[in-house]
Structure formats: structure tokens, C-alpha cells
């Protein structure tokens, strides 16, 4: 027997992802495994993730594999250099959670005195619906189930058909969803939960159910005592499996109805399970109270990806009485608000409509292409791993897929997937991107992306080793079913092909063999297929710049991974802390390299993305236009932020800017040159059109504050409305800024403003301004910036001396226009 000792490098504790991973690495071998957490004595089967799961092994822990077989020194050094030089990787980050919120009541709310009942804000948002108090079925209604000598037999036909239904919503899933099913998959595939069913059946003589049920509380009970919350929380996702699994065995026992939502809803529970919160109807759901949740709860995560307002800290015992009652959540101020009445619900009204201002606002500029003023356009794409992703990119202002992962359909199951399944998805992301290319970048697997079913060997240094393009001959076949899976739905749009990890001719000639062969079968089979597809490369191996020309014989365009090319450029493995420093992009020689590979394929008439991290730093943008880059790829979220600098850019400039770059002598010298061109932040001017509000539909002097300072948060002159809205409430306090004549002058001078501002609202009713100057038609207020040199008390002043003029105030209440009051200003005031 040989014997592994190391500490837990994982800073949330051996939780799925590891232990899946650590799993996989074990069952490459025949012998014996066994991981034993030595601070609590737990042993484990290591080729077993739920009785990983179950040792409870927290960072720092004392750990020890005990490998005994015929194939054990082999097992022993493949696993030693895993733990030691991988294992730590494998930690899932967790998406931290924003803290329970201590914002304030907004004065604009708690000045009618609303009914409110707090509680910890665990995922922001605005909701409005009528209350469901949620209870549980209490799976338990399934031990009345008889004990059957057939129910081994059930157990095995149950879990076959749980796999197939999570296997089925895995295909319309993204994001966080897909991830958080495919753990559930991964656990119910684990022999140790069968296993574990299995001795509670064969040792109590009692049904599956009863078997099920015991065993799920042995399981969670040792994970409830697990001194990580992480780890306690997991015993909703063993619930959760357990009792779909009891779904699907027994699916004549009558659970009543089920979570069904009829209009727009706030559900207050408990908790929900992730299945349950995957079958709701999301247009319907406005948001959930739920008291036990924890801060790392699947269900939680999948809320916030979606958007969708959480609290918690609530007991369902104080909502009883509310049950289908209209309420309103506010997970930021962290309150459920409840028996609302007129200027309760007219807040709301506002803070809701601000909210969808501004979304339209952002779904509109996201539209508009990157070009810069001088005519030069730049495509902007997409990195994505599933087709899921591919609407929301789409959203945020995507002209295309510039890349597609497709080893994500490959990776963390127990198989490959089959060629329909990989058809599915390559037709789905075509079909959401219409008429705009899709750059599918065949399998990128092996080297560090371990795939436990193709039983490649551990290596030394996986970066540089046998991975994409390099294993595709020992696996012809897999390959073979993704390009067949590919031309098939190239049909249905615009698809390109990439290869990664090229650097020789060899390569893309062999590949271009397969795709031919693979058009030959699927002809053969009489199934349609794309007969010409556009054909490029990954450019991260750098022998690849020096045969540039050679491979535009060949290919159609061609995408530089930043990421990988600068690390082999430099031989600096970016994973290792001892020389990370020297991990760098912008650097002489990086950005002559870019400048070669650009230069000379552009000469030749082939086309050149980027869909590194690079390409979405808004920093080195004016370096990437000037370098002659066609197409940068990036994350969805960064897409809006770079369309709209490469809009206030001039190519020209750009160009001068990357040849003195490249003449730099270092990385400081260039960094020193971007802060010299550092493109100025656009100053807003005081007056603007986007600030004036006419007529505007306001009820109170609540909402007019309220909605003029949400406007300048919505028109990015504020991060702060709340805060803002504070400022010019202690105004309010000190002097009354009713001036007469039904006009109003709130006014601050604050550090919650980001471009000191004049906003106008136009009322169409006259309200109760609570100044003993009468009621307001008319407001005009000022928010200027704490270190503006104009003074908010001047601006005032000027304003109020205008207004004693009857002609001034006429025409301000004529103005047929916001154009008009804008223009009118103009032509009155200095400032």
C-alpha cells in the first residue's frame, strides 16, 4: 500500500466540484483508493464524489490517499503530481454574495409611513405581486409505499430515467442553471448514492422509498454537522435529488398540487429547491422571501443570475395573515412591504418604472455599432461556452460569436456527447444569432482541461502538452462526430470553423482531410450539410507568426488567443504566483508580434480577431484599433462599455499611438504612453435635454425628488440616487425651496454627483410642495458636484431672479417642449 499526505488546498472545502474532479483522476486506475480526512477520521471511497462530499474536508485539513493494487506505484505518482500541482484549481470559485444591505429607507418611502417587515437583502432587485406562502410536501407521504423484491431493479430503472430528464433540461439551460443541474447529474450518477440506497434496502428489508429517505438523512445529517457553511448548505441539493428520484419511482402518489404560478407572484418559503425554482414561470416570479436559505443556496445564485430580488430572515409565521395579498419586496433596502396604500404603491410605481428606463436605455446603446469617428468599424463578438449564452450576448450588443468553447458540451459528465446532441446545440446558438457569423472552436480538450473518459495521462506541464489539435488523430472518431455535428447545422446560418493549438501546415491539411471525409459521409447518408465553410486557425503558438503567409493559403481568417500566446511568448505559466509578474501583454515585443501576424495577413487579404481576455480591457483598446485588429471577442458584460469607446476614438490617432507603443523599450514606457493619451471622461454639461422631464406624470413631492434623482443615476451623472436623494432632502430640512409663483428649487451641493446637473420637471397637476410659498407646478432642481466651483447657492439665486419675471415664467410653462425649455435656458442663464 502507498500512501499520499498532503493539506487541503481547497478554500471552500472538498464540495462537488473537487471531489468530482478528484474522483475522475482516481478512477484512472484499478486499484484501491481511499481518501481519510485525518482531523475527523472520516474514510471515503475516492472514486466517489458524494462520500468525498461527505468527509467534510475544509481548507488546511489534514488529508491522506491510500492507494493499494496491482497498478498502485502508477496510480501513486499520477495522483501525487495532481495533488500538489492541480488539485487547488479545481476549487469552483464561489460567487461572492452582497452582504445584507444597511442602505436606509429612501425618505421618499418613509415619509408615508409604510407597513414594512425587514430582512437580510440577498439578491437585489424591485418586486410586485401577490404573496404565496410556499409549505413543503414532506416527502416522508412516500414511506406508506410497500416494501417489493422488485425494487432493486426500480432503484436502477429510476435513476436511468432522473438522468435522462436532467440530461434533457441541461439542452436549454445556461449560465449558472446548467451548472448547478449537471452537479445534481453528477451526484445521482455516483455509485455511493445508489450504494448507499442500496445497503438501506437490503439491511431493513423496508421499500425504496424508506431506503431513499434513510438514506438521504444519513447522508445530510453528516453534511448538516460540517463546520463549513458551504458544505451545510449542500443538504438542500441531497434533498432535492432524492425527492425527484422518489418522483419519478413512484409517480402515481398523489404530492397535491404542484408550485405553479397563475399571475406575478412573491413567494415566501422555507426554502425551494433548484428544480423547483427551474420549473417556475420567471415572467410571473417578482421575487421570493425565503427564511432558510443560506448565502451559498444553488437556488439563491440562480435568483441573482436571473435577477430576481431575494430576502430572507423573515418567518413565514409573521406572513400568515397575507397569504395572496399584494406586497412589494425591496431586496436592497432589505424590506418586504406590505398592506401598501396610494403612496406606497405610487413609489413603487416610480422606483419600477426607472428600473425598465433603465434597461431600454441600455438594450438601445448596445444596438449601435463600434465605429470610431473617422469611419474605421471594428466587429465585436462574443466568448461563450454554451448555447444558452448566446441570447444574452446577443443583448448586450454582440455582432457575432467570436468564439464558441464547444469543449464545454465535453467536459464534467461520464461520457462524450453523442453527435445529435452536439447538433442540437451548434443549430441552437445559430439560430439566435440569425444572420451573424459563429466561430465554433472545435474540441479545445486535454492539457489542463481533463476529460476522465478518454484516460489521457496526467502530464508535467499540460500547457504545453498533448491537448486540442495534437490528440484529435488518437481520437478520429469524437472528432469526426463534431464536424459532422457542425456542417449539419451550418445549414441553418452562419457558421465558421476553428481549429486551436495549431503551429504546423501538417495539421490544418489533415484536418481539412477530416472535413472533407465528414462531408463525404453525411452525403452518403443523405443528410444535409454545409459544403464550403469558412476555416481558421487559433494563433497561440508563436512559430504560427513566423508562416503567416504559408497558412493563408490554406485558411480564412484567423483569431489570436491572447491568454495562451502570451504565456508561451514568454515562457511564463500564468497559473504559477513565482512568475506571474512576468505575465504581461502589453509589451514591446507582444504588440510587434500582433503587429507581424496583422500586417501579413491583411496583405493577403485574410481577416484578424482577438478573442482573449485582452480584448475586453477598455485600457489597451486605442492600442488593439491601432494595430489593425478586425474583430475583437469578448465576455457579454464588456461588450456595451468597448462598442462605446471605440465610438469616441479616432483610428488615425489610434494608429500613431500603436506604432510609438511598439518603439517603446518597455512595458512601464508604454503604460507611461496610454496615461499621456488617456482618453479624457466626457464631462457632462449642466443643462441637458436627457434632464428634462415634460409633462411629467408625478403625484408628490416624493416622487418628483425620487424620479429626478433615479433620471441622473439612469443618465450615468450619479452611482448614488439613494444618497443623492438624502442630500437634497437635508435641504428641505434647513429651507423651504418652494420660491412662489408654483415653482420649486431643490437644490445640494454633493458628493453623490458625478456631473453637477440641472433637472426640470414639468408637472402636469400642481401638488403640495409643504412650503408655505403654495403648491408646485414647476421644478427645477439643482445637484451640483462637492468640488464643482459653481455654486449650487448662485445657481439658485439666479434662477429665483429670473423667475420673479412674469414673461420668464410664461414662457417656461408654454414651451411646447423639452427642446424648448432647454433652449430657453440657455439663452437666460449663465453660470
Not at 476555416?535 to 503567416?548: A, K, N, R, Y
Not at 491572447?562 to 505559466?573: E, K, M, R
Not at 490617432?653 to 466626457?682: G, M, Y
Request: proline content about 4%; some cysteine; aromatic content about 6%.
Amino acid at each position: 500500500m502507498l500512501k499520499i499526505e498532503f493539506l487541503c488546498p481547497l478554500p471552500n472545502g472538498l464540495h462537488a466540484r473537487p471531489a468530482y474532479e478528484l474522483k475522475g483522476q482516481c478512477g484512472l486506475f484499478d486499484s484501491e483508493i481511499i481518501f481519510i480526512n485525518q482531523r475527523s477520521n472520516h474514510r471515503a471511497d475516492a472514486k466517489s464524489s458524494l462520500a468525498l462530499i461527505s468527509t467534510g474536508t475544509l481548507f488546511n485539513d489534514a488529508c491522506l490517499l491510500e492507494i493499494h493494487g496491482h497498478d498502485e506505484e502508477k496510480a501513486y505518482r499520477a495522483l501525487d503530481t495532481y495533488i500538489k500541482q492541480s488539485f487547488a484549481d479545481s476549487d469552483s470559485e464561489i460567487e461572492p454574495l452582497p452582504v445584507a444591505t444597511t442602505r436606509p429607507i429612501p425618505r421618499s418611502l418613509s415619509h408615508f409611513q409604510p407597513s414594512l417587515i425587514h430582512g437580510c437583502g440577498l439578491s437585489s432587485g424591485i418586486g410586485h405581486g401577490a404573496l404565496l406562502i410556499y409549505r413543503h410536501t414532506n416527502i416522508d407521504i412516500y414511506k406508506s409505499q410497500p416494501a417489493n423484491v422488485q425494487d432493486p431493479l426500480l432503484l436502477e430503472h429510476s435513476l436511468i430515467a432522473l438522468a435522462e430528464q436532467l440530461n434533457h433540461q441541461l439542452t436549454s439551460l445556461k449560465g449558472q442553471s446548467k451548472t448547478i443541474i449537471n452537479a445534481h447529474l453528477s451526484l445521482i450518477q455516483d455509485k455511493e448514492f445508489s450504494q448507499n440506497i442500496l445497503r438501506h434496502l437490503n439491511q431493513r428489508k423496508c421499500s425504496l422509498a424508506t431506503a431513499a429517505i434513510e438514506s438521504m438523512e444519513e447522508v445530510c445529517g453528516k453534511l448538516a454537522m460540517s463546520a463549513s457553511e458551504y458544505l451545510r448548505e449542500r443538504v438542500q441539493d441531497i434533498r432535492d435529488i432524492t425527492a425527484q428520484l422518489l418522483q419519478v419511482a413512484y409517480p402515481n402518489v398523489n404530492l397535491g398540487a404542484p408550485l405553479v404560478l397563475h399571475k406575478p407572484t412573491i413567494i415566501a418559503a422555507e426554502d425551494i429547491t433548484p428544480s423547483q425554482f427551474l420549473s417556475l414561470d420567471k415572467q410571473l416570479l417578482a421575487g421570493m422571501v425565503l427564511a432558510q436559505t443560506g448565502r451559498t443556496s444553488h437556488t439563491l445564485i440562480l435568483a441573482r443570475s436571473l435577477g430576481i430580488p431575494v430576502l430572507s430572515g423573515i418567518e413565514l409565521s409573521a406572513l400568515q395573515h397575507l397569504d395572496d395579498k399584494t406586497v412589494f419586496i425591496d431586496a436592497q433596502a432589505g424590506i418586504l412591504v406590505i398592506e401598501p396604500n396610494e403612496d406606497v404603491s405610487g413609489y413603487f410605481s416610480v422606483a419600477l418604472g426607472l428600473e425598465q428606463q433603465n434597461r431600454a436605455r441600455q438594450l438601445k446603446m448596445a444596438d449601435l455599432p463600434a465605429v470610431t469617428q473617422d469611419g474605421r468599424c471594428i466587429e465585436i463578438g462574443a466568448n461563450i461556452g454554451t448555447a444558452q449564452e448566446a441570447p444574452a450576448a446577443f443583448s448586450q450588443g454582440a455582432e457575432g460569436i467570436g468564439l464558441f468553447r464547444t469543449e464545454m458540451l465535453f467536459m464534467d459528465r461520464d461520457k462524450a456527447p453523442d453527435e445529435q446532441e452536439q447538433f442540437e446545440a451548434y443549430q441552437q446558438v445559430l439560430m439566435n444569432a440569425g444572420n451573424h457569423p459563429v466561430i465554433f472552436r472545435t474540441m479545445d480538450i486535454g492539457g489542463d482541461k481533463k476529460i476522465s473518459y478518454l484516460n489521457i495521462p496526467q502530464e508535467e506541464n499540460p500547457f504545453l502538452g498533448y491537448r486540442a489539435v495534437r490528440i484529435y488523430p488518437e481520437f478520429t472518431e469524437l472528432f469526426t462526430l463534431q464536424l459532422r455535428a457542425i456542417l449539419r447545422a451550418a445549414t441553418t446560418g452562419y457558421a465558421r470553423l476553428m481549429i486551436p493549438m495549431v503551429h504546423t501546415l501538417d495539421e490544418i491539411l489533415w484536418v481539412k482531410q477530416q472535413i472533407a471525409s465528414a462531408q463525404l459521409s453525411l452525403k452518403a447518408e443523405g443528410l444535409r450539410y454545409a459544403e464550403t465553410l469558412e476555416l481558421g486557425i487559433m494563433v497561440e503558438v508563436p512559430s504560427v507568426c513566423f508562416i503567416i503567409d504559408h497558412f493563408c493559403d490554406e485558411v480564412d481568417f484567423f483569431s489570436i488567443g491572447s491568454n495562451d500566446i502570451t504565456q508561451y511568448l514568454y515562457a511564463v505559466d500564468r497559473n504559477n504566483q513565482r512568475v506571474a509578474h512576468l505575465y504581461n501583454p502589453i509589451t514591446p515585443s507582444f504588440l510587434r508580434m500582433l503587429r507581424q501576424i496583422i500586417d501579413v495577413a491583411h496583405r493577403r487579404e485574410r481577416w484578424v480577431g482577438l478573442c482573449g481576455e485582452l480584448g475586453g480591457e477598455p485600457r489597451y483598446l486605442p492600442l488593439l484599433i491601432g494595430l489593425g485588429l478586425d474583430e475583437l471577442s469578448m465576455s457579454g458584460a464588456r461588450i456595451p462599455a468597448i462598442k462605446e469607446l471605440a465610438r469616441k476614438l479616432s483610428a488615425e490617432e489610434c494608429v500613431a499611438l500603436a506604432n510609438r507603443a511598439c518603439e517603446c523599450k518597455s512595458a512601464n514606457d508604454i503604460e507611461a504612453l496610454l496615461d499621456t493619451q488617456a482618453i479624457p471622461a466626457e464631462q457632462k454639461p449642466l443643462l441637458a435635454l436627457e434632464n428634462i422631464i415634460v409633462p411629467a406624470p408625478l403625484t408628490n413631492k416624493e416622487q418628483v425628488i425620487q424620479y429626478l434623482c433615479g433620471n441622473l443615476a439612469i443618465q450615468d451623472r450619479t452611482d448614488h440616487p439613494t444618497e443623492l436623494e438624502e442630500d437634497v432632502w437635508q435641504r428641505e430640512d434647513i429651507v423651504t425651496t418652494g420660491v412662489g409663483f408654483g415653482f420649486a428649487i431643490p437644490h445640494t451641493k454633493s458628493t453623490h454627483i458625478k456631473h453637477s446637473s440641472i433637472s426640470i420637471a414639468r408637472l402636469e397637476k400642481v401638488i403640495d410642495w409643504q412650503s408655505e410659498m403654495g403648491e408646485v407646478d414647476f421644478v427645477i432642481m439643482l445637484t451640483l458636484g462637492a468640488q464643482d466651483s459653481v455654486s449650487h447657492v448662485k445657481v439658485f439665486s439666479q434662477l429665483a431672479r429670473k423667475l420673479v419675471k412674469k414673461e420668464f415664467r410664461e414662457a417656461m410653462r408654454s414651451a411646447p417642449d423639452a427642446e424648448a425649455i432647454l433652449s430657453l435656458l440657455q439663452s437666460e442663464l449663465t453660470f
